[in-house]
């Protein structure tokens, strides 16, 4: 049994090294919400809460992540003992409705802890297999066409294996067909709308078809998955899903309504690593391709992101650009970088293996919150 004696919150500021704009939102200083659990025997675990500034992307905030971990979460955490994270998954599942990236936050710096404990590989505790894993960028918006194909080249001959732009009504075919011929046809592109569109809008959508795309990501909302089918019984680009899909119980409802055929699959935004691992399990049985998605994680949660994306069946790029894409300078040592398109899997050491740079990040709080129990 694992017996937690204290879960420390913390809330950091980090400025990304350029502005990130996407269809539901913009960041240009990242608040992120760390979580460190103590064991009894002097064990640690690190997790990083992946909710935003703004109810943007999801309803989650960096405020309410903060309030949910401290009223609810750490409650049922810390002084009652638990077998692993899985267990610890379902305890927290089973009380608390939603609060999905303020779970994860706690359940992956136990999955950390566990590693730990047992003295490997967080990515082997997982039962990852990869030893570097594949890599994609995630592009903002920008305001001009040609300056994002110059951005898309630049990706492109960095080494990195999958382009990915985001798209809104107004910056959309025109923008992918530069980029598109800027790259020519053999480079994986791929779009993501962020739910900006609604179902009025098939046609352009349609449109996008003739640029030989990867996938198209969350066109509409997180709760259209009826129409998304619709959408996707139209359209010969396949449909990946980010939003939409919360559990791996919406994972089974898009296969079984057709609402995608693709999943982005974030820890975070399932309640954790144990409910991202049960949909790369379930979309392994069905062959459904899936990646591992990003959002703009600091080195802490990078790391979970390359050990969930080692499982076997993580076989696309994900989102899981290197340190300095975002960061000038990030909060772990040594920083995630990358060598011909992909990230190594830290297998040598235990748990997340990197280490979090504490004089720094004390720099950089600005709010911490101790619970002993
Ligand atoms: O939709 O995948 C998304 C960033 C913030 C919120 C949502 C998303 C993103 C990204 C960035 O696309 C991916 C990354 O971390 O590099
Ligand atoms: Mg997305």
Same mark, same amino acid.
């Given at each position: ?60 905030? +960096? ?30 599942? =089973? ?30 505790? !997982? ?45 959309? $075919? ?56 619709? !959408? ?32 982005? $699959? ?5 309640? =954790? ?16 391709? !899936? ?19 080692? !499982? ?43 280490? +979090? ?15 002993? =129990?």
């Amino acid at each position: 049994m694992i017996t937690i004696v204290e879960l420390a919150l913390r809330e950091i500021a980090l400025r990304l090294r350029e502005p990130f704009h996407i269809s539901s939102g913009f960041t240009e200083v990242r608040r992120v919400v760390l979580v460190r659990l103590l064991d009894e025997d002097g064990v640690e675990g690190w997790g990083e809460c992946v909710a935003g500034e703004t109810p943007h992307y999801s309803s989650e905030t +960096v405020e309410t992540a903060w309030l949910a971990i401290r009223e609810w979460i750490a409650p049922r955490v810390v002084h009652s003992p638990t077998p692993g994270p899985e267990h610890l998954h379902d305890r927290l599942n =089973g009380a608390i409705r939603g609060h999905r990236m303020a779970r994860a936050a706690v359940e992956m710096a136990m999955w950390d802890l566990a590693a730990r404990r047992q003295g490997v590989a967080l990515s082997a505790a !997982l039962g990852g297999v990869r030893h570097h894993v594949p890599t994609g960028i995630s592009l903002g918006l920008e305001a001009d066409a040609d300056a994002l194909a110059r951005k898309a080249v630049a990706a492109r001959d960095a080494g990195y294996r999958r382009i990915k732009l985001k798209i809104a009504p107004d910056r959309d $075919v025109p923008f992918v067909s530069a980029v598109r011929e800027a790259l020519g046809d053999s480079m994986p592109l791929s779009v993501d709308a962020n739910a900006a569109y609604s179902p009025a809008d098939t046609k352009r959508l349609r449109s996008l078809d003739a640029h030989r795309l990867t996938m198209l990501e969350q066109p509409f909302d997180g709760d259209d998955l009826v129409r998304h089918a619709a !959408l996707q019984r139209t359209l010969r680009t396949p449909i990946c899903l980010d939003e939409s899909i919360t559990s791996a119980a919406r994972f089974d409802d898009m296969v079984t309504l057709g609402a995608g055929r693709i999943v982005n $699959v974030k820890p975070g935004r399932v309640g =954790g690593l144990t409910e991202a691992r049960r949909i790369h399990d379930r979309a392994r049985r069905l062959r459904i391709p !899936l990646w591992c998605g990003g959002m703009l994680e600091t080195g802490v949660g990078r790391a979970h992101n390359v050990a969930l994306a080692s !499982l076997p069946h993580f076989e696309l790029p994900g989102d899981l650009s290197p340190s300095a894409r975002y960061w000038i300078r990030d909060i772990v040592t040594p920083p995630w970088t990358m060598s011909d398109g992909t990230i190594g899997v830290p297998t040598e050491r235990t748990g997340i293996g990197v280490d +979090v740079d504490l004089d720094y990040v004390d720099d950089l709080t600005a709010r911490a919150h101790t619970i002993r =129990g």
